[in-house]
């Protein structure tokens, strides 16, 4: 059995950035990921049209102004190729290879509490003895494959957009159904158009999406950016949503109409999902959202020429902003292609997959591929793909059962030495993810660090701290339009999973400052204790 200070799960941007600020601190690491590559979900999502709808400009680290400076984007917001050779650059640039294994995955984690050491097994039957585990799974990279009956009598092909083959797909002249209509459907859909005989899109839920309007990047663009990179780094970490996006920071009721209609003309002429940073209370005031909402369905009811299919297409029953906006190329635009059907499966649900396609309402939608775009299980999937068992032997899936808990959404109690990247209660998804991952992997550093220099060997966090921060989350999110909507940030979009609102909407820069708060107050929250000895510092909960 090797035995190693840290394993780190998952080599996509938060794996990569902490294996390198774990060497800085001296300690000996293992990387251990799934696939072949470094990139996580951009290694994963090789659909057609998968790109970024945060500018790369602002979606990549700041940890190296090196990096920052020589590594140049070619596009506004980049594709996935461009993405996943980033990440590959940074892996090769910094060395970081050498402590990954690929093409493996990590089965478990146990932790033995007579020795304060986690035992990681993977699927290699490899068992890994480590003082530390860090998660570093993402937040969507379970896919969700649904199980409607028949599926394996289905004699064509299927795909799912998050596991896309690499060496790609040739839909030329093939029937092909796409089902569902999220971020990756919205993507993909256009550019299967533009290829198949035939493009059968399965809507259960019609979606808010906002042209992208893409472009390349220009010298000038790229030299405002690098000039100042530095303070403009600083600011993204103050917003709320860790993306400089040119918050309107009034009301949308406090303006005239045609001010509001002004201003969501120009953030659509724009293009991009800073739409949603018109007005500060989009996302909290029902009037407001409704507002952004009714001119994104006029654009709808524009675009589309059959008014019955731009209807259906048009979303009417939930806040926009509450399931997570779409940015788009041409998407509204391809139902008006004669290649192009919509089937609506919200009146008509599915029945069955059978031999030659898809059966709805009694109708047979005959196809060759079927692409399910149907997401993922979001934020818990991965973490509890892994049989984790903590103190007494008690397993994360069970503590978790009713939806999870975790302080900061960093580590949970009971489960010392753990630690997720971006973990449910922290605001992951919805921010500027390689923002939040810097900004975890600097604090955690920061901790271990703390840990090295007063000789702590074990941090856990107290149960009356994560309760309050739990609490904390709930709260926060109940002051806003979010629980509204059957979303997967309320993990609607899986049968049994308990709907809580998983992510912190207090906004990446309070959220920075409480953690912060938390550090300077010698990790408030926390028990620190050293090897085999009794926990010195005292709980104390928020
Ligand atoms: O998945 P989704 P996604 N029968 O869950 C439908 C990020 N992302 O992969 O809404 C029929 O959003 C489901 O219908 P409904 C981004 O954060 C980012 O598209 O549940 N339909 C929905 O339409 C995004 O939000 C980028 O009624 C079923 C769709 O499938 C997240 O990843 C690009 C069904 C799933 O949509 C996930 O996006 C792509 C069933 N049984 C993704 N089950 C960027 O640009 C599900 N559906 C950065």
Redesign the pocket.
Known sequence: MQGVDAVVVGAGFGGLYMLYRLRELGLTVRVIEAGSGVGGTWYW?RYPG?????ETMQYSYSFSPELQQEWRWTEKFAGQPEILAYANHVADRFDLRRDITFNTSVVSATYDEEHDRWSVVTDADETIDSRFVFMATGC?STA?M?D?PGMSSFNGRTYH??HWPHEGVDFAGRRVAV?????????SIPMIAQQAKHVAV????P?YSIPARNVPMTDDYERQWKSDYPALRQQQKRTRTGILNGLNDVSAMAVSDDERQRQYEQRWLTGGTTFMASFNDLVTNKDSNHTAAEFVRQQIKATVRDPAVAELLTPRDYPIGT??I??DTAYFETFNRDNVTLVD??KA??DRIVADGIVAAETTHAVDDIVF????D?MTGALLKVDIRGRGGVSLRDKWNAGPRAYLGIATAGFPNLFMITGPGSPS?LSNMIVSIEQHVEWLTDCIRHMQNCQMHVIEPTLAAEDAWVEHVNKAAHRTLYPSA???YMG??IPGKPRVFMPYIGGVGRYREECDEIAAKGYEGFTLAPAGGAPVAAPRAL
């Not at 399965?202 to 839920?205: I, K, N, P």
């Not at 775009?373 to 993922?376: D, K, L, N, P």
């Open positions: 999502n998968a790109r970024c709808d945060t969507l969700r649904p409607f957009t998050g089902i569902g209509t999220g971020s990756s459907a919205i993507q399965f809507q259960r839920t979606n399931k997570r779409c940015a499966i919200r649900p599915i775009a149907t997401g993922f979001a998804v059957a979303s997967w609607a979009n």
